[in-house]
């Protein structure tokens, strides 16, 4: 009798060639066949191209139901009080929060000296206004954030401070928002340009 139980092998590449180029039901039985995570992309910048997307790689429900989240205040006299849900900038930084977790992959900044951290900056132009700049202005702008109360050189984003005939200086960055390479701080300010807005100028 005829053994028909022969073994058939793939190579992983192979099977990724495949997968990219079937329909629907093709990637389903590859997937069912070989498991999901072999055809998951490696490169979390592929992963990651949305909020929803960054809340499923940190196994995190996306409806975090911010709209309920209320500001709670504690008066003098020990009494709290509760006012409204989150504005539109405290929901983007939450989001962004979110975001960078998941880019970073599990790295926190270590705040260390040796320790290169990267950051999203921006810069706040009309469309006019940034038409009218030639290139080596528009690499030698002064960059203004907010993430204290005033938007300007103070703002938290870039916060830069020098007294006393420049002996002391100080520059902080947005700590929450750290990413380890400079690739993903780029990233993530280009594909979240839209949260970085609400968050920055609200």
Excluded at 85 to 110: F, H, M, R, S
Excluded at 176 to 186: D, G, Q, V
Aim: aromatic content about 14%.
């Amino acid at each position: 009798m005829e053994n028909n139980n022969k073994e058939l092998k793939i190579s992983a590449e192979n099977a990724l060639k495949a997968y990219n180029n079937t329909d629907a039901n093709g990637r389903e039985l590859l997937e069912h066949l070989f498991g999901k995570e072999v055809f998951a992309p490696k490169n979390i910048m592929d992963r990651v191209k949305t909020y929803e997307d960054a809340c499923a790689v940190l196994d995190l429900s996306p409806v975090l139901a911010l709209d309920d989240l209320c500001i709670c205040s504690q008066h003098q006299d020990g009494h709290f009080s509760f006012r409204g849900g989150l504005d539109v900038t405290a929901k983007a930084y939450l989001k962004l929060c979110i975001i960078a977790d998941a880019l970073n992959e599990g790295w926190q900044p270590k705040f260390t000296e040796d320790e290169y951290r990267w950051y999203p900056y921006f810069y706040i132009y009309t469309k006019e206004q940034y038409d009218r700049l030639d290139e080596d202005e528009k690499k030698e702008c002064r960059v203004v954030g907010r993430a204290y109360h005033n938007a300007y050189v103070y703002g938290g984003v870039v916060y830069a401070y020098a007294s006393k005939a420049w002996s002391r200086s100080y520059t902080y960055h947005g700590s929450r928002h750290a990413f380890r390479t400079e690739e993903l701080a780029e990233y993530c300010g280009k594909q979240f340009i839209d949260l970085w807005i609400e968050y920055l100028i609200g």
